[in-house]
């Protein structure tokens, strides 16, 4: 026990706290039936995993109802995620899951899910517009001597819900080593009136803490881990993400040329998942090189573009790094964290630094209409994917707003474009371009009968490229050209032959 | 023409320029077929009269094809956008527009529009999106000495279609007294990568300019007027209006009792046209005081919100004043002027200011579905009405976003809340407070079958109500429930029997 000791003072450098520490069992006591449970984590990094767990286990032992709101900053891991929905303990979920078993609690209506834009979450909790947080879990490497937290490999809500808690359980995970303490910049905005600007004029400006500040004496309960985040391996990149990255980086050539764009861009986010890693991997072959990435999500491509100096920083809210991208960042990890700093999600996500940055957005569609609609979130406008996470925020206020998709899913037997979009929630005024592997669509300044020919011709698949035209001609003419009787027709056809071809 | 010299001198400040005055004919010269021609004007006040006209009058009596694309702040009165789109000479045309003949050459396809955010605009223009400025023309009060241009009722986006603009035509419109001068604050803010914080921490901080910095070499005609604004006197307040209001009112008593809401509210943004004029006219009747309107037109209501003290103060880009209300202005203008700021739009309509100062944002829909999908521009899916304006700008980044609508239209036979939108300007995530005359649905939390519940029973008509029940009751389960193929059939049996009643 000499040995744990020791490494308990090492991470728990404030005395008063060591008696603090318990199991996971005994931690999830002080979680009720009913309360609202608000947690670290961001797209699936810096999670709680052993309370959560415990909590779960406890609840399917007694086989009594037992229900929470759980509040997280984005997606997070299965221990979390995954345990409690099959524990069936998830009354409300918000802002954001990627998790099967809590995707499939949502879509069965056993889960109410609350789909927002990421940016909000901190100031509707600030606003008490969600109601009393009862207890905050949140992950960290350690805390401080005075009782402060430094968090693990996210960042996402952590400060606003220690804030505004009742009471903190906090994990601290030796799998994530001490050397993190220094890669979070904290800094909380004020309530209006009261509210100044961010003073962020450079992804790369420090504006806060390295810790978050809390209230010692809320912290009611310490765990002790060691467990690993658990993201996913992306997959491989495949020729469709290739041309879609071939695509961008002609474009952004196209507007260096056009001297709208400065020889290494304007800083760069990119959305969550494999298509968007490989897109951005795509520039690992560009010439570019000294740029600057200001997004939400560090993702594996992030360290290959550090490590051949196509990018030089890199901001955002969560190390989503595959098990080898962990490893590759803990091993090198005073050279990474020189180029990587992590932000509270309303940070890395405020409409006004995105603005004022001059960001390019790149987020993936599920689908796309004519018009430059987005769907992100909902499969044949009512199943619920992911959520529209920061997507939203970034769209709307980038230099440039880009969607990628692939021109068609599930072999061709969807288009993801479509004459009408069975969920919107990128309109027509926020999308700006869109690509898929058959090119490019620039949609700046065009009107709507504009748009539908450029993205018909030169995104849609050939396949169904003839009939989004014939719908398009066929439309009775208008602002916007829309056959209502058909609009959601092909959703219709794909609910009932599973295919969209006709 | 002794009295016209004086006028003159007192008009144009800078001698030089005095040689540039000419007719509107001869100004009209400048502008020749395929030219990109930016206005002053905003929704619709402070816009070009003269010049327009004598341009549409040379083009009616030549007969030859003659387009240009018009691009302004907003939307501009008949001598603009009516005269030039009876003449056949508008392209392209955006961001906005509310004039009959221009609405009916977009529907019919002859005119392509863009219906952008306002708060885009500027940018778009300055980033070279938009590609080249031919000619800015715009209204003025005054040239000052230095040859900088004191605008009229509106700022718009004047400042940014000066700048870059080849050259410059300057309607003097005596009809505005000199008076008027002071009443802006002109502040422009500077591309990335050298974009700063905008400097406004209240609704009342000037941070800028009371006049147009201008290249006076650029200005190559400056035509006299004495033309009013042609803005529309505002309806009778109807009893559905009163009614809204009076829910919106019991709204922010309880939010004010919930402490969520400070006693004199956080700063006041209101849409366009007689429905929000009504909305807003209804706290003249309330025990609210001292509060703050920071918004993007200052409406009739807003002088008697001042007068009896329920304003103290108010930010603006326009003054949308009915002719009584300017002559009101006017007639008490130095008084009026300390208590009103006109900003360019990109401010009044800045997400970063918006969400620091808290906003709370109050605009009329189109149609509303069941989840707090808004549509505000596309009459069953297809005709455009005016545009989205700078409603996405408010409600993305508002304290609490609220939008308001009769709960049915054409006496019934239209329903405002409807299964699905045929058009979706604000998506679910943004929209967060839904009033009619029925009541108020508050959103904030819900997960979409909450909204639905929630908005049916509190929003909807009771003709409509119980086969909208019955809609969202059938839909086959799922995050959210549809039946896409009787998603769109409400406006389908409307477009066939003229109604929407089964």
Chains 1, 2 share one sequence.
Request: aromatic share 8%; proline share 5%.
């Amino acid at each position: 026990m000499v040995g744990v000791t020791y490494m308990l003072k090492d991470r728990i450098k404030k005395e008063e706290l060591l008696n603090r520490v318990m199991s996971p069992q005994e931690a999830a006591v002080f979680i009720k039936d009913g309360m609202t449970v608000a947690t670290s984590g961001f797209t699936p990094a810096g999670y709680p995993k052993a309370v959560p767990k415990a909590l779960a286990e406890r609840i399917k032992a007694k086989e009594e109802p037992f229900k929470i709101n759980l509040y997280t900053g984005a997606s997070v891991g299965d221990e979390l995620d995954g345990e409690l929905a099959r524990a069936k303990a998830i009354g409300k979920r918000l802002p954001y899951q990627t998790q099967k078993d809590c995707r499939r609690g949502i879509n069965q209506g056993n889960i109410h899910y609350v789909d927002m834009h990421l940016s909000h979450v901190s100031d509707f909790v600030r606003y008490g517009f969600l109601g009393n947080i009862d207890v905050a879990i949140v992950e960290a490497v350690a805390i401080t001597e005075e009782g402060f937290i430094i968090p693990s490999t996210s960042l996402g809500n952590t400060p606003v819900f220690v804030e505004t808690a009742d009471i903190i359980i906090v994990e601290i995970n030796t799998h994530h080593p001490l050397e993190l303490w220094g890669i979070h910049d904290v800094y909380q905005p004020e309530k209006p009136p009261f509210r100044k600007p961010i003073p962020i004029l450079k992804a790369t400006d420090r504006i806060g803490d390295a810790f978050i500040r809390v209230d010692s004496k809320k912290i009611k309960a310490i765990v002790m881990t060691d467990i690993p985040d658990s993201i996913a391996s992306f997959s491989e990149i495949d020729k469709a993400s290739e041309k879609m990255a071939e695509h961008l980086i002609d474009f952004f050539h196209l507007e260096v040329n056009k001297k709208r764009l400065p020889q290494n861009l304007f800083p760069l986010q990119s959305g969550v998942g494999s298509v968007a890693n490989a897109v951005l991997a795509g520039l690992v072959k560009s010439n570019f090189y000294d740029l600057v990435i200001y997004s939400e999500v560090i993702q594996d491509a992030v360290l290959d573009l550090i490590d051949n100096g196509t990018v030089k920083f890199a901001s955002g809210s969560s190390l989503t790094l595959s098990p080898k991208g962990i490893e590759r960042f803990y091993n090198n990890i005073n050279y990474y964290k020189e180029k990587i700093l992590l932000r509270p999600q309303e940070i890395s996500n405020s409409p006004e630094v995105i603005r004022r940055l001059g960001v390019i957005s790149m987020n993936t569609a599920i689908e796309i209409d004519i018009y430059g609609h987005v769907n992100s979130t909902n499969i044949m406008g009512t199943n619920m994917m992911n959520g529209i996470g920061g997507s939203g925020d970034f769209t709307r206020n980038a230099f440039i707003s880009i969607f990628t998709t692939p021109s068609i899913a599930k072999e061709g037997d969807i288009s993801s474009i479509v004459p009408f979009v069975s969920h919107c929630d990128h309109s027509e005024h926020d999308v700006q371009v869109v690509v898929t592997e058959q090119g490019i669509a620039d949609l700046r300044g065009l009107s709507p009968k504009e748009k539908a020919k450029t993205i018909i011709n030169n995104c849609a698949h050939p396949d169904y490229r003839h009939e989004l035209l014939e719908y398009y001609n066929k439309g009775p003419n208008g602002h916007i050209k829309h056959q209502l009787n058909e609009a959601l027709s092909w959703h219709m056809r794909y609910l009932q032959k599973k295919t969209m071809k006709r």
